[in-house]
């Protein structure tokens, strides 16, 4: 869970560069003893410690902040890997100025994240959703994406603890909305927990599709682990739903997974939750079998909890086959091994206890060595004096100097942001004028059609059928017959285009309805199958709000048709408080959507989704393509 640990520390510092050979020699031999101190960590702690408060004293000798800062966040982190939380507490905090003296933000940012993980291991929830939201301040600022992805995914097991799933779930898209284009495992995980916390709130219908991008990640990037959480996904939503011969081929798939990747605690745990779904099945063989092989891999890895859990489904089992010895001794064995759960909890609360009392002296033995480092210091800075003060005339000017450059580049920053809102306002009131165009003309062409040229081809039509009353040779009898058909099938053409320009149904039935029939006709007229679902209760939207959803959903199944080869399509519109989510789905060959801007219509479609200041997220494979739309009701 430590979020700072020494290997990344050492490649994000940023290295001040100091005016003079000594002070840059000085920085050198402080650094060796940092990378002296950190090959220490793990074989002799103590010595580590040591060596770090000799960097420590080093460092504030030379006025070096910087080392100072990783001296002191270093032994923070020693403290917290052996289990003094205090003692880390101390250090994380003592650090943290330093950070800010050396202009170091993203140090300063780490530290916080640090403090927030120490919180979490002493209990404290509180404190450590605090320190996280400081941190992720500091990284937007600095505009990190990576750790903002990170620091909100932790944020968000932090909710997931005390079962707040609405702020757990905020905060997992959050982390989705910063992950990289690269880090596709991040991506696919996160997609995965999205899709958990929402089977938690009991929305499957909104878990599914996020499911669903996890499987396409996982057949894009060849990491096994990805794979397993797929397969897990899938399987954890078909047992929600009771669909329990699916759930059970996604445990059996995951299993194997995690059989390849050696993960025993990931194969205990399966072993267990499937002898749970055969028990509720009631196929009591396979339930005995699974459980049994859950209680051995227990017993091996020497994991209490679910060995415990896994005797207690035994006794269950044996209990509902007859065998009420075997229950009973199976019942036995697992109120043994809680005893024992709760025995060891009981000694790891006292080891706390101890841990504090010890932290609290070695507090004060450092408290007393941070005294004796004090007054060495003051001697230090008396014998520095002179020179200080001769750079101290020097120094302000620069520092009055640096504060004009840097106020007025930050009212330049101001008007530059002005700028940019007042371009994005005007680009997307261009956007709506030229929709708002575009949707009159279409109505104009729609009527002349259907007033003009219908009614001409429908008069035509009337004619010619009139010629039969004064007799024609039967010849020409057959080739009249023809004529009229064309006439007929003419008139269709011109009111299917008038449809399309300008669906009466829009006005008349509203947004669902007027897709659910889109979707029937097209489907019928071409060789893609389209399926039409929608949930929740529709809300009556403005007019010109429902024609555009309308036209994406046109432009996206026009671009399926068209391109994808595909033989089936899904639309799916999911009404949910305030907001409308709209998947559309296929299983054709995809594409890849930063290459391809022309010819699919996708510039038409991200034009829309920006009117309706929605979110659009493509996801395409080979198997597939996936159109996800958020829109916030109240924003239209």
Same mark, same amino acid.
């Given at each position: 869970?430590?979020?700072?640990?020494?290997?990344?520390?050492?490649?994000?510092?940023?290295?001040?560069?100091?005016?003079?050979?000594?002070?840059?020699?000085?920085?050198?031999?402080?650094?060796?003893?940092?990378?002296?101190?950190?090959?220490?960590?793990?074989?002799?702690?103590?010595?580590?410690?040591?060596?770090?408060? *000799?960097?420590?004293?080093?460092?504030?000798?030379?006025?070096?902040?910087? &080392?100072?800062?990783?001296?002191? *966040?270093?032994?923070?982190?020693?403290?917290?890997?052996? #289990?003094?939380?205090?003692?880390?507490?101390?250090?994380?905090?003592?650090?943290?100025?330093?950070?800010?003296?050396?202009?170091?933000?993203?140090?300063?940012?780490?530290?916080?994240?640090?403090?927030?993980?120490?919180?979490?291991?002493?209990?404290?929830?509180?404190?450590?959703?605090?320190?996280?939201?400081?941190?992720?301040?500091?990284?937007?600022?600095?505009?990190?994406?990576?750790?903002?992805?990170?620091?909100?995914?932790?944020?968000?097991?932090?909710?997931?603890?005390?079962?707040?799933?609405?702020?757990?779930?905020?905060?997992?898209?959050?982390?989705?909305?910063?992950?990289?284009?690269?880090?596709?495992?991040?991506?696919?995980?996160?997609?995965?927990?999205? &899709?958990?916390?929402?089977?938690?709130?009991?929305?499957?219908?909104?878990?599914?599709?996020?499911?669903?991008?996890?499987?396409?990640?996982?057949?894009?990037?060849?990491?096994?682990?990805?794979?397993?959480?797929?397969?897990?996904?899938?399987?954890?939503?078909?047992?929600?739903?009771?669909?329990?011969?699916?759930?059970?081929?996604?445990?059996?798939?995951?299993?194997?997974?995690?059989?390849?990747?050696? @993960?025993?605690?990931?194969?205990? @745990?399966?072993?267990?939750?499937?002898?749970?779904?055969?028990?509720?099945? &009631?196929?009591?063989?396979?339930?005995?079998?699974?459980?049994?092989?859950?209680?051995?891999?227990?017993?091996?890895?020497?994991?209490?909890?679910?060995?415990?859990?896994?005797?207690?489904?035994?006794?269950?089992?044996?209990?509902?086959?007859?065998?009420?010895?075997?229950?009973?001794?199976?019942?036995?064995?697992?109120?043994?091994?809680?005893?024992?759960?709760?025995?060891?909890?009981?000694?790891?609360?006292?080891?706390?206890?101890?841990?504090?009392?010890?932290?609290?002296?070695?507090?004060?033995?450092?408290?007393?060595?941070?005294?004796?480092?004090?007054?060495?210091?003051?001697?230090?800075?008396?014998?520095?004096?002179?020179?200080?003060?001769?750079?101290?005339?020097?120094?302000?000017?620069?520092?009055?100097?640096?504060?004009?450059?840097?106020?007025?580049?930050?009212?330049?920053?101001?008007?530059?942001?002005?700028?940019?809102?007042?371009?994005?306002?005007?680009?997307?009131?261009?956007?709506?004028?030229?929709?708002?165009?575009?949707?009159?003309?279409?109505?104009?062409?729609?009527?002349?059609?259907?007033? #003009?040229?219908?009614?001409?081809?429908?008069?035509?039509?009337?004619?010619?059928?009139?010629?039969?009353?004064?007799?024609?040779?039967?010849?020409?009898?057959?080739?009249? *017959?023809?004529?009229?058909?064309?006439?007929?099938?003419?008139?269709?053409?011109?009111?299917?285009?008038?449809?399309?320009?300008?669906?009466?149904?829009?006005?008349?039935?509203?947004?669902?309805?007027?897709?659910?029939?889109?979707?029937?006709?097209?489907?019928?007229?071409?060789?893609?199958?389209?399926?039409?679902?929608?949930? &929740?209760?529709?809300?009556?939207?403005?007019?010109?709000?429902?024609?555009?959803?309308?036209?994406?959903?046109?432009?996206?199944?026009?671009?399926?048709?068209?391109?994808?080869?595909?033989?089936?399509?899904?639309?799916?519109?999911?009404?949910?408080?305030?907001?409308?989510?709209?998947?559309?789905?296929?299983?054709?060959? #995809?594409? @890849?959507?930063?290459?391809?801007?022309?010819?699919?219509?996708?510039?038409?479609?991200?034009?829309?989704?920006?009117?309706?200041?929605?979110?659009?997220?493509?996801?395409?494979?080979?198997? #597939?393509?996936?159109?996800?739309?958020?829109?916030?009701?109240?924003?239209?």
């Amino acid at each position: 869970m430590a979020f700072l640990n020494r290997q990344y520390i050492i490649c994000c510092f940023v290295i001040l560069v100091f005016t003079g050979v000594n002070a840059q020699k000085d920085s050198v031999n402080i650094n060796l003893l940092l990378d002296k101190a950190y090959e220490n960590e793990a074989s002799a702690p103590k010595k580590a410690l040591e060596i770090y408060n *000799q960097a420590y004293r080093r460092s504030v000798n030379d006025g070096y902040h910087i &080392g100072t800062f990783k001296a002191l *966040q270093y032994s923070g982190l020693v403290h917290s890997d052996n #289990g003094n939380y205090d003692s880390a507490l101390y250090f994380f905090k003592k650090s943290l100025p330093y950070s800010i003296k050396a202009g170091y933000k993203r140090g300063e940012g780490l530290t916080y994240n640090n403090l927030a993980n120490n919180s979490q291991f002493r209990g404290d929830y509180k404190g450590a959703i605090t320190y996280y939201l400081k941190g992720i301040t500091i990284f937007e600022i600095i505009n990190d994406s990576a750790a903002l992805s990170q620091s909100y995914q932790n944020l968000s097991t932090m909710y997931d603890n005390i079962k707040d799933l609405r702020m757990e779930l905020l905060y997992l898209k959050k982390a989705l909305n910063y992950v990289g284009a690269a880090q596709t495992e991040q991506k696919a995980l996160l997609y995965g927990d999205v &899709g958990i916390t929402l089977l938690g709130q009991d929305k499957p219908a909104e878990a599914l599709p996020y499911f669903k991008k996890t499987q396409a990640l996982s057949k894009i990037d060849s990491s096994k682990r990805i794979q397993f959480f797929a397969e897990r996904n899938f399987a954890e939503y078909y047992k929600y739903i009771k669909q329990y011969p699916a759930a059970l081929n996604h445990y059996a798939k995951a299993l194997k997974l995690s059989e390849v990747q050696n @993960d025993l605690f990931q194969k205990n @745990d399966l072993f267990h939750i499937i002898s749970g779904l055969y028990l509720e099945t &009631g196929n009591y063989k396979e339930a005995l079998n699974y459980a049994e092989k859950s209680a051995r891999l227990a017993k091996q890895i020497k994991a209490r909890e679910i060995g415990y859990r896994s005797y207690n489904q035994l006794a269950k089992i044996h209990k509902a086959m007859g065998n009420y010895r075997l229950a009973y001794n199976s019942l036995q064995q697992s109120i043994a091994i809680k005893d024992s759960v709760v025995s060891a909890d009981y000694l790891k609360q006292i080891s706390l206890y101890q841990n504090q009392f010890e932290s609290e002296k070695k507090d004060n033995a450092i408290a007393g060595q941070q005294i004796l480092l004090k007054k060495k210091e003051v001697e230090v800075l008396s014998n520095r004096n002179r020179f200080v003060y001769s750079l101290a005339g020097m120094g302000l000017l620069i520092l009055l100097s640096a504060g004009v450059w840097l106020s007025f580049r930050q009212r330049q920053k101001i008007k530059d942001k002005e700028i940019l809102s007042l371009q994005q306002k005007q680009e997307i009131m261009q956007l709506e004028a030229l929709l708002d165009g575009q949707e009159k003309e279409r109505k104009r062409i729609a009527q002349e059609l259907h007033d #003009g040229i219908n009614g001409d081809l429908s008069a035509i039509k009337y004619r010619i059928s009139g010629i039969e009353e004064y007799g024609i040779m039967p010849g020409e009898k057959k080739d009249l *017959q023809k004529i009229i058909e064309m006439i007929d099938h003419a008139c269709t053409q011109v009111r299917n285009i008038s449809h399309d320009l300008m669906p009466a149904s829009i006005i008349d039935f509203g947004l669902v309805e007027s897709v659910k029939q889109y979707c029937i006709k097209t489907s019928a007229v071409n060789a893609t199958r389209i399926d039409f679902q929608y949930f &929740g209760m529709p809300k009556p939207l403005k007019q010109t709000a429902e024609t555009t959803i309308y036209r994406i959903i046109q432009e996206i199944i026009n671009n399926i048709i068209k391109h994808a080869q595909a033989t089936n399509a899904l639309v799916q519109l999911n009404f949910h408080e305030a907001e409308l989510s709209i998947t559309v789905e296929d299983n054709g060959v #995809g594409f @890849d959507p930063k290459t391809v801007v022309q010819g699919l219509g996708l510039k038409n479609i991200r034009s829309r989704v920006q009117v309706l200041n929605a979110d659009l997220d493509i996801s395409s494979s080979s198997n #597939g393509t996936s159109f996800l739309i958020l829109i916030d009701l109240n924003k239209l």
